[in-house]
């Protein structure tokens, strides 16, 4: 390699390694710098998101939710080896040990500037019957394909779903949609442990309208399979619950175990540690990225691990910039996120109640209902609105939604707010669009904003 030819190493070639591939070669041309990237599975730049959409039926092929495929990427001069594991870093050496799953070789390769993008792995508890065929999570494409495939020749319509967060709520609503009896076994006392536990008893009471069954507050204790090994149950320490398909959904952490074993630096939560650059603590040429790292929470001022495309995408925009010469950074994220369950949509962002004690915050929280369009108009339907305000300041701390159509992205203007540090006052003189098909006169977001302050006021009024 000459000494003006700088070689950039990318281990995972899902969104952040290939949006940061992408963008260094926009400011780089192959004759600056060299690309290769590993990836150890089939696909690359896919929407893992989108699986359960997939498995349910809204989205028709896998391939649409691939972005670009790794001939794609292969011919933008990036040197893409697909089915290929990094067994091993070698910071001092400035190099990678890499295995070709398919032909089983060995092989090391050299880095300048290297970027780890190794994702998330999800939790699999060490249960019996865990392994057993019909049981199935869904991080992957691949993973995906599996369970569809076992759907496809599976007589039995029972599903337990293990786990009530977004992948479990999410995964509930495919088995619905693909006609099975669905459970949902969750050790939280409410689904959504991502919201209140009285906004997360609106997610039950919907889900249990749609048919679901909730189990909450159970742990799963074992999975039974019967003569031929297959699943047959779910059970918990009380009951058991038969099921022709287990889907687990109880989340995912950090896929750090390369960079620990490199002596890298690693956070409370198991994710790499990064600066506002993307760049791993104390490395000047090493960058890491999407669900593998902690993020800034720019709300409580500590460091998280939140798995999500968006943040994954940005963090490869960031890194390539900075590897191809320019410069830009990621300074934090207040939490938001969204998602549904068949037609109830689900959203939040800041702080939850726990987070703001646990912060050391004063705070006073509000809860209304309004509808999501003028209540004249055909189609209004409720929503339900928390939101959390500092006391003494009004600053804005959080919003949780929960309602039908037009609910979930209301939590946009929250995000907004939040970010921009603006109290609650200031949030209700926002001038949001509006016309009765897709708000009362005075939105969701405002109401809450304006019982808010009255709360803000009431407090100030009390004895400290």
Same mark, same amino acid.
């Given at each position: 390699?000459?000494?003006?030819?700088?070689?950039?190493?990318?281990?995972?070639?899902?969104?952040?390694?290939?949006?940061?591939?992408?963008?260094?070669?926009?400011?780089?041309?192959?004759?600056?710098?060299?690309?290769?990237?590993?990836?150890?599975?089939?696909?690359?730049?896919?929407?893992?998101?989108?699986?359960?959409?997939?498995?349910?039926?809204?989205?028709?092929?896998?391939?649409?939710?691939?972005?670009?495929?790794?001939?794609?990427?292969?011919?933008?001069?990036?040197?893409?080896?697909?089915?290929?594991?990094?067994?091993?870093?070698?910071?001092?050496?400035?190099?990678?040990?890499?295995?070709?799953?398919?032909?089983?070789?060995?092989?090391?390769?050299?880095?300048?500037?290297?970027?780890?993008?190794?994702?998330?792995?999800?939790?699999?508890?060490?249960?019996?019957?865990?392994?057993?065929?019909?049981?199935?999570?869904?991080?992957?494409?691949?993973?995906?394909?599996?369970?569809?495939?076992?759907?496809?020749?599976?007589?039995?319509?029972?599903?337990?779903?293990?786990?009530?967060?977004?992948?479990?709520?999410?995964?509930?609503?495919?088995?619905?949609?693909?006609?099975?009896?669905?459970?949902?076994?969750?050790?939280?006392?409410?689904?959504?442990?991502?919201?209140?536990?009285?906004?997360?008893?609106?997610?039950?009471?919907?889900?249990?309208?749609?048919?679901?069954?909730?189990?909450?507050?159970?742990?799963?204790?074992?999975?039974?399979?019967?003569?031929?090994?297959?699943?047959?149950?779910?059970?918990?320490?009380?009951?058991?619950?038969?099921?022709?398909?287990?889907?687990?959904?109880?989340?995912?952490?950090?896929?750090?175990?390369? #960079? %620990?074993? /490199? $002596? =890298?630096?690693?956070?409370?939560?198991?994710?790499?540690? &990064?600066?506002? +650059?993307?760049?791993?603590? !104390?490395?000047?040429?090493?960058?890491?990225?999407?669900?593998?790292?902690?993020?800034?929470?720019?709300?409580?001022?500590?460091?998280?691990?939140?798995?999500?495309?968006?943040?994954?995408?940005?963090?490869?925009?960031?890194?390539?910039?900075?590897?191809?010469?320019?410069?830009?950074?990621?300074?934090?994220?207040?939490?938001?996120?969204?998602?549904?369950?068949?037609?109830?949509?689900?959203?939040?962002?800041?702080?939850?109640?726990?987070? #703001? %004690?646990? /912060? $050391? =915050?004063?705070?006073?929280?509000?809860?209304?209902?309004? &509808?999501?369009? +003028?209540?004249?108009?055909? !189609?209004?339907?409720?929503?339900?609105?928390?939101?959390?305000?500092?006391?003494?300041?009004?600053?804005?701390?959080?919003?949780?939604?929960?309602?039908?159509?037009?609910?979930?992205?209301?939590?946009?203007?929250?995000?907004?707010?939040?970010?921009?540090?603006?109290?609650?006052?200031?949030?209700?003189?926002?001038?949001?669009?509006?016309?009765?098909?897709?708000?009362?006169?005075?939105?969701?977001?405002?109401?809450?904003?304006?019982?808010?302050?009255?709360?803000?006021?009431?407090?100030?009024?009390?004895?400290?």
């Amino acid at each position: 390699m000459s000494s003006t030819k700088e070689r950039l190493v990318i281990i995972g070639a899902d969104a952040t390694g290939m949006s940061a591939a992408s963008q260094a070669r926009r400011l780089r041309s192959p004759e600056e710098l060299e690309i290769v990237a590993f990836e150890r599975g089939d696909f690359t730049s896919y929407s893992a998101c989108g699986i359960p959409y997939w498995v349910g039926g809204a989205v028709d092929e896998r391939d649409d939710l691939v972005a670009r495929t790794p001939e794609e990427h292969r011919e933008r001069a990036i040197d893409l080896r697909m089915r290929t594991e990094v067994l091993r870093i070698d910071v001092r050496g400035r190099r990678v040990l890499a295995r070709d799953l398919e032909a089983g070789k060995e092989y090391w390769t050299t880095y300048d500037k290297l970027v780890i993008a190794t994702g998330a792995r999800p939790l699999r508890p060490s249960l019996p019957g865990i392994d057993a065929p019909g049981v199935h999570g869904v991080q992957t494409l691949g993973d995906g394909q599996a369970l569809i495939e076992t759907l496809e020749r599976t007589e039995g319509r029972r599903a337990v779903v293990v786990g009530a967060g977004y992948i479990g709520v999410e995964m509930a609503e495919a088995m619905i949609q693909r006609g099975y009896d669905v459970t949902v076994v969750n050790r939280g006392k409410e689904p959504m442990s991502t919201l209140d536990a009285d906004m997360g008893r609106l997610v039950h009471e919907a889900m249990t309208g749609l048919g679901i069954e909730m189990v909450n507050d159970a742990e799963v204790t074992k999975i039974l399979t019967d003569d031929d090994g297959r699943v047959r149950a779910v059970a918990t320490e009380n009951a058991e619950y038969p099921a022709d398909v287990v889907i687990l959904g109880l989340g995912v952490r950090p896929e750090t175990e390369l #960079a %620990r074993e /490199a $002596g =890298l630096p690693l956070g409370d939560h198991g994710g790499l540690l &990064t600066d506002l +650059a993307m760049r791993v603590r !104390g490395y000047e040429d090493i960058w890491a990225g999407g669900d593998c790292v902690e993020v800034f929470d720019l709300m409580s001022g500590r460091e998280r691990h939140i798995a999500l495309g968006t943040h994954a995408n940005k963090h490869g925009q960031v890194i390539g910039s900075n590897v191809g010469g320019g410069y830009a950074t990621f300074p934090g994220v207040v939490g938001t996120a969204v998602s549904k369950v068949c037609d109830l949509e689900i959203a939040r962002t800041g702080l939850r109640e726990k987070d #703001a %004690r646990a /912060a $050391g =915050l004063r705070y006073v929280a509000v809860t209304i209902e309004s &509808t999501n369009r +003028a209540g004249y108009y055909p !189609g209004a339907a409720l929503m339900t609105v928390k939101m959390l305000a500092e006391r003494r300041t009004g600053k804005l701390l959080g919003v949780q939604i929960v309602g039908r159509e037009g609910a979930g992205k209301r939590v946009d203007v929250a995000a907004v707010a939040l970010t921009a540090g603006m109290t609650v006052e200031q949030m209700t003189a926002l001038d949001l669009g509006y016309a009765p098909p897709f708000s009362p006169v005075w939105d969701p977001i405002l109401v809450a904003a304006r019982k808010a302050v009255a709360a803000v006021r009431a407090a100030d009024e009390q004895p400290s």
